[in-house]
């Protein structure tokens, strides 16, 4: 039977039918939907954990014990883990062990573009690369083989559109998935010095084996379709390069990444008259290709930046443009992302930027903060940076600057790696305010629950962590709940803690509008009192417009939050329903 999947659905079919008894993952676009399927299988153990590096070591726990594990996220969340895959490089496995990455070429949903290949060869793992959704399935399987086979966890690379573009999947029965015996071995799973120069010495003799087994691999395939023109590819761009370019080129496929094979690509590259390397981000197959002797043309007549096209590759190889069937009379609008409709965090940044403050922002929904005509945001830096970064700049610049400065977090981002930086800033006596915008839910990435939600990636009760007691705990004795959406009292909670000489934790507290249980009413509407002062469309909500005549509510738009009714000086919008 086959089935349409996405990428990511392929792989937790793959996952299922390897046998896989453990998966552990922090939510991030483009790999959340990865896990997300994987819950439909019930003799799968899934989780979110709360930030990627406890997520891999939970897997290589499983690994260690004999299960076939796996986690996943995306390109920035390898940073995150770094820490543990470098070290699981050492010790090997017991049950197979594969992390799922997704890098994310144009940043649809990222602060970089880094190219996780980097991390396969530093950490010496081997790494497959899918082209579609069909062998995202396969090679989610096959890398479970070869993790047992070579004793070494592996990596399965994605980017964006692979992750989330459908093809035919094979369906196919779940493997046997008993666990592998577990035996005491300190000697391979206890890392210390002693042991771990020992377990480089397996790791190398591992890379000899791998890179043999790069040229033998039916990973890596040619297609010889008598061209004097060659072109080596892998993943999303191979796909690109047929389109455009059909069989008027030959190609070398790589569906394994590294090691990459030497002999295969100058036997690829002999008697062609060019040789092209096509891979988005950083020339990882072109330095290879060149460092074996091989001439190619890569970025000299491609880009370092964002997602490759079949007319780009087109009109670079053969000088021809691609056809297109239909092109819009128009230009298409401009449509920036912006907070949801009756978002909690525009009542949060409504009043930071009224107040003028300096900003520390961090990684989720209220990022968007940063956008006109709120503003509010001065950083942006990575997940939990708001406040780290913010105590840097207190205790650079001083007392006075503490006072107009304030970071933001959402309460999954705190969880994630906001904890360790509040505790950092109470131990090395920071003066900070930190404001953590709690909408009771994972936001930006689709809704995942977190563990200040009280339930478990698969809806089931558990313990809810209480983020006022938290805060206590690691030693900020001034904390207040708040709602963002009484303006009022929420701007006289910020002024108090920022003037306040020690540190202070305001949790501004009010669920995303989207969520199932949020059930506003009605929606506003503009009386004959207005003044068309227009302080309301300071809040940036789309379902409020202005013109000549006045200010405008969107009823498709407007669900009923009411915080232009409680931002308006002269009450002049009300809520009808």
């Known amino acids: 039977m086959k089935k349409l999947l996405l990428g990511n659905a392929a792989i937790a079919q793959g996952a299922y039918e390897a046998g896989v008894r453990v998966v552990s993952s922090y939510p991030g676009t483009p790999s959340t939907e990865i896990t997300e399927n994987i819950v439909k299988y019930d003799e799968i153990y899934v989780e979110w954990a709360p930030n990627e590096k406890v997520a891999a070591e939970v897997a290589i726990g499983a690994a260690i014990a004999g299960a076939r594990s796996m986690s996943c996220m995306k390109h920035v ?38 190219d996780s290949r980097h991390y396969a060869k530093a950490s010496k793992i081997i790494m497959l690369e899918p082209s579609d959704s069909g062998e995202c399935k396969e090679f989610t399987k096959i890398a479970y083989q070869l993790s047992e086979e070579f004793d070494t966890p592996a990596f399965l690379r ?36 002693g042991n771990a120069i020992k377990r480089h010495v397996v790791v190398e003799e591992r890379m000899k084996k791998l890179a043999a087994f790069a040229e033998t691999t039916n990973l890596n395939t040619i297609e010889d379709n008598g061209a004097k023109i060659g072109v080596i590819s892998a993943g999303d ?46 020339p990882f197959i072109e330095e290879h290709c060149r460092s074996i002797g091989v001439e190619v043309i890569g970025k000299e007549a491609f880009t370092l930046l964002g997602e490759y096209s079949p007319n780009m590759i087109k009109k670079a190889i053969l000088n021809e443009d691609v056809e297109i069937a ?29 107040l003028g403050l300096t900003v520390s922002g961090d990684i989720g929904c209220y990022t968007l903060g940063a956008a006109a005509p709120l503003n509010a945001l001065d950083t942006t830096i990575c997940m939990g940076a708001s406040i780290g970064g913010a105590l840097g700049m207190s205790k650079a610049r001083g007392e006075e ?28 006596k920071g003066t900070n305010t930190v404001m ?21 990636i698969r809806g089931e009760a558990t313990k809810q962590v209480d983020l006022e007691l938290l805060c206590k705990a690691v030693g900020v004795e001034h904390v207040r709940i708040v709602d963002p959406f009484q303006v009022d009292e929420l701007e006289k909670a910020i002024k108090e803690e920022v003037n306040r000489p020690e540190p202070s934790v305001i949790i501004s507290q009010r669920p995303c509008a989207l969520l199932k249980t949020v059930k506003y009413t009605g929606h506003a509407v503009i009386t004959d009192k207005c003044r068309k002062c227009r302080k309301c469309m300071q809040i940036g909500c789309p379902a409020l417009s202005s013109d000549e005549n006045g200010i405008h509510v969107d009823l498709n738009q407007c669900n009923g939050c009411g915080l232009c009714v409680n931002v308006c000086p002269f009450g002049a919008i009300v809520k009808e329903g």
């Open 77 to 114: 969340g390898l940073n995150v883990m770094a820490d543990p895959v470098f070290t699981a490089s050492y010790t090997g496995v017991n049950g197979g062990l594969l992390f799922c990455v997704a890098d994310d070429p144009g940043m649809h949903s990222s602060q970089n573009e880094q």
């Open 158 to 193: 994605l980017t964006t559109r692979v992750a989330h573009s459908q093809s035919l999947v094979e369906i196919e029965e779940r493997a046997n998935d008993e666990l592998k015996p577990y035996e005491k071995n300190p000697a391979k799973y206890v890392m210390m010095p």
């Open 237 to 282: 761009c191979y796909v690109y390069a047929k389109e455009a370019l059909g069989t008027k080129v030959n190609f070398l496929k790589l569906g394994l990444v590294f090691p990459l094979p030497v002999k295969t690509i100058q036997d690829f590259a002999q008697g062609l008259d060019k040789v092209y390397v096509l891979e988005e981000l950083d």
């Open 326 to 354: 239909a092109k819009a009379d128009e230009p298409l609008p401009v449509r920036p992302p912006v907070m949801c409709p009756g978002c909690p965090h525009r009542g949060s940044f409504y009043v930071l930027k009224k």
């Open 401 to 428: 600057f503490t006072k107009n400065l304030i970071s933001v977090i959402g309460d999954s981002t705190f969880m994630h790696s906001g904890i360790t930086g509040l505790v950092d800033m109470v131990y090395n």
């Open 436 to 456: 953590i915008l709690d909408n009771s839910i994972t936001g930006m990435t689709g809704h995942q629950d977190n563990p200040t939600t009280g339930k478990t």
